[in-house]
């Protein structure tokens, strides 16, 4: 199974931003100066991990709606770098894109996104303080990407599975993930969604927006130099299936 495509956006390398960092001092800008400008211009260090097979993914048919629950890991990105002549390493936003669908019926809000029980959520897997950094490769841990399917216990038995592996996933207040996006409600056809997270970004967002998104609160500025960014299929209640096509994440870092 292919679980990822890693790459950078031409131009965006950490080489190419280094170069022309110093292109511009060597016009004699003060590196204050230079940084500044390149900000302003959104001109950073970019990682992507892109996955284009499709995955599904049911909530199952049990009597009890309630026990119907299913999550299951579709991709993985690269670890965010921070090297030893790095002072300073920072997230600066992510830009996600997303194309899938829910199960293409529904008793109502037919084409609505609020109140939708197929979603994607995104999570922060990060090594576990003190542990050595030979920690097992995410990759390899074959039952995270299995299917979850216990509404008791939730994302809380991913990071029991975790545990032993020297990885956890970041706490989100109460919760182990951040809700991205959510499908449109009763379409089969595939939606294409893109949206982007920032470090400047605050306050919270319980409810989505008119097209589906979630704004992400704390996302980015969780984010830590080795951190590793996961895409998760949800759905819940009966019936109810999250469809995906395709996704990408993009990972916009500054360092000094």
């Known amino acids: ?11 965006h390398s950490r080489a190419f931003v280094r ?6 001092s060597s016009l004699h800008i003060p590196m ?27 909530a199952g048919w049990y009597h009890d709606t309630e026990a119907c ?3 299951v890991l579709y991709l993985i990105s690269p670890p965010i770098p921070c090297y030893l002549e790095d002072t300073y390493c920072r997230v600066k936003k992510t830009l996600w894109t997303l194309e899938g669908h829910d199960q293409g019926w529904a008793d109502e809000r037919r084409g609505e996104y609020q109140g939708a029980c197929s979603w994607y959520d995104a999570c922060i897997f ?14 390899i841990i074959s039952d995270l ?11 809380l038995e991913v990071q029991e599975l975790l ?39 605050r306050g919270i967002d319980p409810d989505a927006k008119a097209d589906g998104s979630f704004a992400g609160a704390g996302f980015v500025q969780a984010l830590q130099p080795g951190d590793r960014i996961g895409i998760w299929l ?23």
């Open 19 to 24: 170069q022309v960092r110093s292109l511009l």
């Open 163 to 201: 545990k032993p592996t020297g990885w956890l996933l970041v706490a989100n207040g109460d919760e182990l993930t951040w809700r991205l996006q959510n499908n449109r409600i009763a379409e089969r056809q595939d939606h294409r969604h893109v949206l982007e997270w920032n470090v400047d970004q």
């Open 126 to 139: 990060r090594r576990v303080p003190g542990e050595p950094r030979v920690s097992t490769s995410l990759e």
């Open 69 to 71: 629950w299913a999550a």
């Open 1 to 11: 199974m292919t679980i990822a495509v890693i790459a950078t956006p031409p131009g």
């Open 234 to 256: 949800r759905a819940k209640q009966r019936g109810w299936e999250c469809h995906i096509k395709e996704a990408s994440v993009e990972i916009m870092y500054e360092f000094h």
């Open 145 to 155: 990407w299995g299917e979850f399917r216990n509404p008791g216990t939730g994302m």
């Open 32 to 58: 204050e100066l230079v940084l500044y400008i390149m900000d302003i211009a959104d001109y950073h260090p970019t990682l992507r991990a892109e996955r284009k097979d499709g995955m599904h993914i049911d």
